[in-house]
Nanobody, 122 residues
Framework: QVQLVESGGGVVQAGDSLRLSCEAS????????MTWFRQAPGKEREIVGGISWSGGTTFYADTVKGRFIISRDINKNTMYLQMNSLKSEDSARYYC???????????????WGKGTLVTVSS
């Protein structure tokens, strides 16, 4: 059974950087489009960005473009989210998800991790 496990969350100050990891079981990243989502208390889940199964395409939400970078290490079956210049509004639980489809849409995700909490204090 496929498992996605996020890690790397924590409490940081505004302006700091943080790197999240999403480790997948098996050779998952080769065949799945992977996406980062986040959900703040009282708000809907929103997309942060994603990377295609080939690794050739990345997508970022406007709110994080230029500050966050998504990458992956196929050999480690791990996707990363490098978050720079963090703002208080970036505080949320961050989830990784995967799908066999060429899409970053929430409704098309087949597998989800349980999330890791990021808190940015101003």
């Amino acid at each position: 059974q496929v498992q996605l496990v996020e890690s790397g969350g924590g409490v940081v100050q505004a302006g700091d950087s943080l790197r999240l990891s999403c480790e997948a079981s098996g050779s998952f990243l080769w065949s799945h489009t992977m996406t980062w989502f986040r959900q703040a208390p009282g708000k809907e889940r929103e997309i942060v960005g994603g990377i295609s199964w080939s690794g050739g395409t990345t997508f970022y939400a406007d709110t994080v473009k230029g500050r966050f970078i998504i990458s992956r290490d196929i050999n480690k079956n791990t996707m990363y989210l490098q978050m720079n210049s963090l703002k208080s509004e970036d505080s949320a639980r961050y989830y990784c998800a995967g799908t066999t489809r060429s899409t970053f849409a929430t409704s098309d995700m087949h597998y989800w991790g349980k999330g890791t909490l990021v808190t940015v204090s101003s």
